[in-house]
């Protein structure tokens, strides 16, 4: 792929299957770019398609240079295809979207704005879900999943987002690169808000309209999705889990011990009666449970350190990076100084 130099604004848009949508989603981002004076490039990331999305692509990349596309034959997700994509982003601000254009290509606009005029924010979050966003034509069970979804999720991450599995967002380019993804699906979207917000980085919502697809086949999956998001809301606050799990352990032993106390009072107690020794588990092994999840709280603050260390220790490597630039340039300065004749 061309390197260019000094690009402001990268759109990483991962494809699969999506020869319908391509066109039509190719020229209305490179409309929308080139109404604002910045140098833009557009890096679509074809994700193994078995259609002609390639092609599609290719064609549009020999008409305009801007438009760059990365290929690989076999469908890895989309997580592999954005860290793909932000691997070769050289704008200033990187940006992602979805290849239908769900969201309008004006909330790209929208939130370069927003990062050029708040220096404080590191990325932003377009949002349905934020006041002044909302859906038109998603269907209603889909709606309740993602809605919910998001609540939850949210509840186990730092920053108080209401959306936090959406593809539509802006990111400062120092802030991407200090991360160090890993995820290969559609979690890659909790994992660089996780990662982020635990380094420090600040994150804006922006409200938005989501749209139902109106072309081509939709890639989500209820099962793999539910499964690995709820995967990651255990990881993130270890404490839901653990916490619901030793609650109801210690409730069934409150209840059953409750129960023992009423045989006692009425006199028709059994100390040899097994409801003892299950009572007696029940609590303790709720307690147990508990403390796993405290213990759990306490690595996931660890690994939250640890992400922070990795940024200070980003941050100094490009620092001293550009030292030897900077030392060339003195160096030069001082051998261009006229030399002086004693008198």
């Known amino acids: 792929?061309?390197?260019?130099?000094?690009?402001?604004?990268?759109?990483?848009?991962?494809?699969?299957?999506?020869?319908?949508?391509?066109?039509?989603?190719?020229?209305?981002?490179?409309?929308?770019?080139?109404?604002?004076?910045?140098?833009?490039?557009?890096?679509?990331?074809?994700?193994?398609?078995?259609?002609?999305?390639?092609?599609?692509?290719?064609?549009?990349?020999?008409?305009?240079?801007?438009?760059?596309?990365?290929?690989?034959?076999?469908?890895?997700?989309?997580?592999?295809?954005?860290?793909?994509?932000?691997?070769?982003?050289?704008?200033?601000?990187?940006?992602?979207?979805?290849?239908?254009?769900?969201?309008?290509?004006?909330?790209?606009?929208?939130?370069?704005?927003?990062?050029?005029?708040?220096?404080?924010?590191?990325?932003?979050?377009?949002?349905?879900?934020?006041?002044?966003?909302?859906?038109?034509?998603?269907?209603?069970?889909?709606?309740?999943?993602?809605?919910?979804?998001?609540?939850i999720l949210g509840f186990a991450m730092r920053g108080k987002l209401t959306t936090v599995t959406g593809v539509l967002r802006a990111y400062r380019k120092e802030c991407i690169s200090a991360l160090e993804l890993e995820s290969d699906g559609k979690e890659i979207h909790l994992e660089i808000l996780s990662k982020a917000l635990s380094m420090g980085y600040k994150a804006k919502e922006l409200p938005a309209i989501l749209k139902v697809r109106a072309k081509g086949e939709s890639k989500f999956k209820f099962k793999a999705t539910a499964v690995s998001h709820l995967v990651f809301s255990f990881f993130e606050k270890p404490i839901i889990l653990f916490g619901a799990i030793g609650l109801f352990m210690l409730s069934l032993g409150f209840v059953g011990g409750t129960y023992i106390i009423y045989l006692w009072q009425k006199g028709t107690l059994n100390p040899n009666r097994p409801l003892m020794t299950l009572i007696v588990l029940l609590v303790i092994a709720g307690i147990q449970v508990l403390l796993f999840g405290f213990l759990g709280t306490q690595l996931v603050h660890l690994r939250k350190e640890i992400y922070k260390i990795q940024r200070e220790n980003k941050a100094l490597e490009d620092k001293i990076n550009k030292l030897p630039a900077k030392i060339e340039v003195e160096k030069k300065e001082v051998d261009y100084l006229p030399s002086e004749t004693p008198e």
């Open 1 to 151: 792929m061309r390197r260019e130099k000094n690009i402001d604004i990268s759109v990483v848009v991962p494809m699969f299957n999506e020869e319908e949508n391509a066109p039509d989603t190719l020229d209305r981002l490179t409309k929308a770019l080139d109404s604002i004076p910045k140098r833009w490039e557009i890096i679509v990331v074809d994700d193994g398609s078995a259609d002609k999305t390639r092609k599609v692509v290719e064609d549009y990349s020999h008409l305009n240079r801007w438009i760059k596309l990365i290929s690989y034959p076999v469908n890895q997700g989309r997580g592999k295809a954005l860290r793909v994509g932000f691997a070769q982003a050289q704008g200033k601000i990187i940006c992602t979207t979805d290849a239908d254009l769900s969201y309008d290509e004006k909330y790209i606009l929208q939130m370069i704005e927003v990062l050029d005029l708040n220096p404080e924010v590191d990325l932003v979050v377009g949002s349905p879900y934020a006041y002044g966003g909302k859906t038109e034509g998603v269907p209603l069970f889909r709606l309740l999943l993602s809605k919910w979804g998001n609540k």
